[in-house]
């Protein structure tokens, strides 16, 4: 799958602390579709390890109930680019944050039947909706190689999992 572009000179230790999940966006709508789709994760906390690997601590819906989970994501070379094991080896990559309010990021999602699918989010560091944030996630997202579009837009209701 094609990479997008992502920040070059990312500094993981700035992203560490509590983050929300604010929108979700996927090339392919069942990744997302129902509230128990395997890529509905929302994330809690950024924990950045001596390392420089990245703990994601995260809540996703099953049987009901909100369980919380954290993957473990291995750095690359590339600073902005990690690989996970979840659900199968992917890798998540940075395409934009400042540190103190916002981050976009992607994974890759091969839905069935295609190769290259993709899930993105918007994390913000509040819970405040901010419009401003929103455009630049969609414009975004427009840059990817993948067609992709929001498909949860989290700042509007109240989402079981999202804390």
Not at 61 to 75: K, L, P, S, V, Y
Not at 89 to 98: A, F, G, N
Not at 143 to 158: A, E, F, M, S, Y
Request: with cysteine; glycine share 4%.
């Amino acid at each position: 799958a094609t990479l997008p572009p992502t920040m070059e000179d990312l500094d993981i230790r700035q992203v560490a602390g509590t983050w929300h999940s604010m929108a979700m966006a996927a090339s392919d709508i069942s990744l997302l579709d129902s509230e128990t789709a395997p890529l509905r994760v929302y994330v809690q906390e950024l924990r950045p390890t001596p390392r420089d690997n990245l703990e994601i601590i995260l809540r996703k819906r099953e049987n009901h109930a909100c369980i919380e989970g954290n993957i473990m994501a291995q750095r690359t070379e590339d600073p902005a680019v990690f690989m996970v094991d979840y659900q199968g080896e992917k890798k998540i990559s940075v395409l934009d944050t400042d540190y103190t309010h916002y981050m976009f990021f992607c994974m890759e999602a091969p839905a069935p039947g295609t190769e290259n699918g993709m899930m993105c989010q918007y994390l913000a560091r509040t819970l405040k909706a901010d419009n401003e944030v929103m455009e630049k996630f969609d414009r975004a997202l427009q840059t990817l190689p993948v067609h992709i579009r929001i498909i949860l837009d989290l700042t509007q209701g109240k989402e079981q999992c999202r804390v």
